[in-house]
């Protein structure tokens, strides 16, 4: 697959991308996190609006973003509740006041949105989009055009620098692909991903995520055809060449895969094993 690249951002600076957009970009560098957490600065009719206010344990984000919004923020918007998009709303929100705004389902205990969003719901001229697969409450949110552009904010269910993980339970695989088609379907000139650079003619790189993800299905199956084999076993077989601090990632990875294959009867447990399920 064709990812970007980007330099390392100038941390705690506002970066303009678009009319009416900017980013300030975390101090969370990582392995699974790139240069580190977008948050986004949106102007909209109902005031400007901050899409995902980034991790906990680190202030000079949010004084970043209090600084280059002398604190006016209408809503803060939560794409999904992974500690590393929703962990500063608690600090913002009291600095601020700012309701949140986030999937009406929370992933996460301890966060529970003021504004409650379903699928098509709009807010601040905003669209939801329930896109569940990483994150069972993940949302993007499709703006109106800027520039002529058709604008989709994809948080981590597409980035343009990497694949996203699906961790079960959280994640799901099955809900992973069907989120990918209801992208597909869409018509979006550029997405504006949770971690890395703008991702312009975003469709040919979910076309190709797709792709990869049955790829990785198919090696599961041939490699279960051999015999009974673990998690471990088979991360090891398909991702071996993967980054070393990646590989539990990528073990949680092939669990989701496996999960989705067992709803589908082509695969059943054996122990802490795994096998290709008998032809009925």
Known sequence: MA??????????????????????????????????????????????????????????????????????????LISHTHHDHVGAAAELKSKTGAPTVGFKVSGLDTFDADIKLSNGDVVAGMTAVHTPGHALDH??????????????????HVMSWSTSIVSPPGGDMKDYFNSLDVL?????????PGHGP?????????????????????????????????????????????NPRLRRAAERNVLAHLLKMEIEGKVARDGENWR???AR
């Open 198 to 242: 703008a991702l312009r003619e975003p469709r040919d790189l979910v076309r190709a995520m797709l792709a990869h993800r049955v790829m990785r299905e198919h090696a599961i199956a041939e490699k279960l055809k051999e015999g009974p084999a673990s998690t471990y076993t088979l991360m090891d077989t398909l991702y071996s060449q993967v």
């Open 3 to 76: 990812f970007l690249t980007e330099p390392e951002p100038e941390r705690g600076a506002n970066l303009p991308i678009m009319s009416g957009i900017s980013r300030i970009v975390a101090n969370n560098p990582g392995p699974m996190t790139y240069h580190g957490t977008n948050t986004y600065l949106i102007e909209t009719g109902q005031g400007l609006v901050i899409l995902d206010p980034g991790p906990e344990g680190h202030p000079e984000h949010v004084e970043a973003i209090m600084r280059h919004t002398g604190g006016q923020i209408s809503l803060i």
């Open 184 to 192: 597909l379907k869409r018509d979006d000139d550029v997405y504006l």
């Open 139 to 156: 949302l993007c949110f499709s703006v109106p055009a800027r520039n002529s552009d058709k604008v989709l904010f994809s948080a981590d």
């Open 276 to 278: 290709a399920a008998q």
